[in-house]
């Protein structure tokens, strides 16, 4: 549990570092901020969701969540 606390704790630093936050991608994407948090946090599984924070953050979905999309490539 502390790890995936650790991890979202880092994802919302690394958003805030670039300008946005779970509510502002929730604006842009006609999403519930909570719905971005529980994504982070490894509460929800959501590869769409998963995908705009990484995209977000200038990554993809694997090297943020190895354990859930590690091959996406097939």
Do not use: C, N, Q
């Not at 994802?11 to 946005?20: A, D």
């Not at 509460?43 to 091959?71: F, Q, V």
């Amino acid at each position: 549990m502390d790890a995936r606390r650790g991890r979202h704790e880092t994802i919302k630093y690394e958003l805030r570092m670039r300008g946005t936050s779970f509510a502002e991608l929730g604006r842009r994407h006609t999403k519930h901020p909570s719905v971005f948090s529980a994504v982070a946090s490894g509460r929800r599984l959501s590869l769409p969701t998963a995908k705009i924070i990484a995209d977000a953050l200038g990554t993809d979905p694997s090297s943020l969540w190895p354990e859930l999309y590690g091959d996406t490539d097939g």
